[in-house]
Structure formats: C-alpha cells, structure tokens
C-alpha cells in the first residue's frame, strides 16, 4: 500500500464530500470540484474524513500509485475549495506590460511585433495589480498552475538581463554575457 494513500484526508468545516460510485464531488466556499477515479481505488466519506483504499488483493505497482495519487489529488481538491490556490508572475523588461481587457482577456507587450491576447478559463481568476504583475487564482490546483505555466511559457526569462515571466519566488541564474579583451 502506499503510504501517502493510507492517510486520511481530513474534510475542514463548510466544506462537503459526497462519494458515489467512482465521483467525488467537493464543494466549499470557493467552489466546487469533481473528481473520477480509477476503479482500482476506493474512495469513502467516514464522517469528517475521506479514506482512500485499494480495491485488488494483489496490490500491483500501479494500483499503488493510483492510491497515493487519488489521495493526494482529493486533498488538493479539498484545499482548494476551501482556500483556494495563487500564483503570482513578475515581468521584467522594459517597455513589457500586461493589460486585463474584461474579465476573460489578457492583453501583453512582451517586445514582438502585435500584443498578445491570451483568453483566460472560466476557472480560474485573474488580477493586474501592476503593469508587471499578474496574479492567478482558482479553486483547481492544475487549472491554476496550467494557466500560469502558459502565461510563462509565452515569454520565459532569458538570463543576460532577466527579460520576461518569472514567478515571484523564482531566482533566475543570470550569466555575464559576452567579456572584451585587449589582445
């Protein structure tokens, strides 16, 4: 068995698990999540705890690593929609912006020739405090990370002067560039 699997996922008050079949469904304040599982997992709702288990007598390697994953999966959905999840990027470069046009369009100046416009997914929220910053949040850990990974894949940080998306806690290795010498 896997030992990430074993322990339960403890359900947080104003928040609700129901389990039926091979759906979980998760809803919270910040909203609500579904989840289909693989049928080589068992998932119970036992008062303010969900316990996962393996349903083959013979647990295989994969259906090992399913029980861990499903647990950690639920428990991410759980955190999610009781706090919700935030991803904040950081733009360096001169003349680099980013607009929000509506609530469900992107608009950066990232040095190419047109602006790009990027939709945003209905799940996930998305602010502009500044100009150079960008702060994702949702429910959905993968949602959230997607959209950011995406955003930053549109412009990632080049290491001579730093230009482009990085992450707030991001440290990017920067080299020296090219070095003259008298000859």
């Known amino acids: ?109 990232l040095g190419y020739a047109l602006p790009v416009r990027v939709d945003i997914p209905s799940t996930v929220v998305v602010e502009v405090p500044s100009q150079t910053q960008l702060v994702v949040r949702g429910a959905d850990l993968q949602q959230v990370g997607q959209f950011t990974a995406y955003v930053r894949k549109l412009k990632p940080p080049e290491p001579y002067k730093g230009k482009g998306f990085k992450y707030d806690n991001e440290v990017i290795r920067r080299k020296s560039g090219k070095a003259f010498g008298s000859a």
């Open 1 to 109: 068995m896997s030992r990430v699997g074993r322990q339960p996922v403890n359900i947080p008050t104003g928040v609700t698990v129901t389990a039926k079949d091979r759906l979980v469904t998760i809803k919270g304040p910040k909203g609500e999540l579904k989840y289909n599982h693989r049928p080589e997992v068992a998932v119970t709702v036992e008062g303010s705890q969900v316990k996962v288990a393996n349903q083959r007598a013979l647990a295989d390697k994969a259906a090992r690593s399913y029980h861990g994953m499903t647990r950690a999966l639920i428990q991410n959905m759980v955190d999610g929609v009781a706090k919700g999840y935030e991803r904040k990027l950081e733009l360096t470069g001169v003349g680099y912006t980013i607009k929000l046009e509506g609530k469900n369009k992107l608009i950066m100046t």
